[in-house]
């Protein structure tokens, strides 16, 4: 299997981030392609986190500053439908350079992850993508096992999040790509260095270069995509981040399928809910909800044989507009309906 290399150091990062911190690219040096892994250890005085996946419905509670992740009203992930609500509009376009893009290789607690080499608080030399009239940068990639979303309930073994940052460094975009084991090996995968660092490795990393197009051509380039405007999926749930979901899914080697599995820990937020559309574009027909039927009528309001409440709502393809929901973080507080304006 080649790779560009996979000599082993250690950074000082954190155990668990909020996502991992692709913002940090301090500890890069350029990539030696000796194909020889040195380990070594030292003492960096991190702290422990005390937030877990498992009990995501609690993070609020826990700190106030993860207040947004309990009260917030654009929180992510939802529950996507294959039948209803792929694109049309928001469409990006991707500025990437190709290969030899260089960074650091780590694990960030819950899975391997990238984070591109930039000057501290320099993106401008990082690959570029624009949608609307926005336009970020990628700072990293990593992911989390299983897929935060669903689609049509089925959920993914792992899904890897492309992070874009504005040029304040503020994430604003996260292209996710589901991935599932297939009948051969992926080759953006294949460059990888190996073997992946694991998950109690988090000071480790190995300086590689990578082609960052390469699992974007593995999903068709993002062709189809679901997208909504929602937040990071880990403390302090950050909101105003755009989601690109790809239709495609990355289909790996199963043995590659097992080394992401092998050295990833648990990590899917429990998916948020939303139980209430109002699209002032005329009337659309809704795919069903788990509370009843619901459909846009021709003055802009919602109809239904019977009240949703916490249930999913989709618009058929094409009806990618924004919209006005009411927001139920049903997984927080039962009876709390929130009002907030959800762009899809």
Not at 93 to 120: C, D, I, K
Not at 217 to 232: C, I, N, P
Not at 270 to 292: A, C, D, H, K, Y
């Amino acid at each position: 299997m080649l790779f560009s290399t996979s000599t082993y150091l250690l950074a000082v990062l954190p155990v668990v981030l909020g996502c991992a911190d692709h913002l940090d690219a301090s500890h890069y040096t350029a990539p030696s392609h000796n194909h020889k892994r040195q380990l070594t250890t030292i003492d960096t005085g991190h702290k422990e986190t005390f937030w877990r996946y498992d009990a995501s419905y609690d993070w609020g509670k826990i700190d106030p500053a993860y207040g947004t992740c309990q009260n917030g009203t654009q929180q992510s992930p939802i529950a996507l439908q294959r039948g209803g609500g792929l694109s049309n509009y928001h469409q990006p376009t991707f500025s990437y350079t190709g290969a030899n893009m260089t960074g650091n290789f780590v694990n960030w607690g819950h899975g391997p992850a990238f984070t591109l080499y930039h000057p501290e608080g320099d993106f401008s030399a990082l690959p570029r993508m624009k949608f609307d009239d926005e336009e970020v940068s990628l700072i990293g990639w990593h992911i989390h096992s299983p897929a935060d979303h669903t689609i049509d309930g089925f959920r993914s073994k792992s899904e890897m999040h492309l992070v874009h940052a504005n040029a304040e460094g503020e994430p604003r975009a996260v292209v996710a790509i589901r991935i599932d084991p297939g009948k051969a090996p992926s080759a953006f995968f294949s460059s990888l260095p190996t073997p992946y660092i694991g998950f109690n490795d988090t000071m480790a990393y190995a300086n590689t270069q990578l082609d960052l197009l390469e699992p974007l051509r593995e999903v068709a380039e993002l062709t189809e995509f679901w997208t909504y405007k929602g937040s990071l999926t880990s403390p302090p749930c950050e909101e105003g981040v755009r989601w690109f979901v790809a239709r495609s899914v990355l289909y790996v080697g199963i043995e590659q399928m097992q080394e992401i599995l092998h050295v990833s820990t648990y990590s899917a937020r429990v998916e948020q809910q939303v139980s209430r559309l109002v699209n002032p574009f005329g009337r659309i027909q809704t795919n069903e909800s788990m509370f009843g039927s619901m459909r846009l009528t021709s003055n802009g309001g919602v109809s239904s044989s019977e009240e949703p409440r916490g249930s999913h709502t989709r618009t058929q393809r094409g009806g990618d507009i924004s919209s006005s929901f009411e927001y139920c973080n049903t997984h927080h507080d039962p009876v709390l309906l929130l009002k907030s304006t959800f762009e899809l």
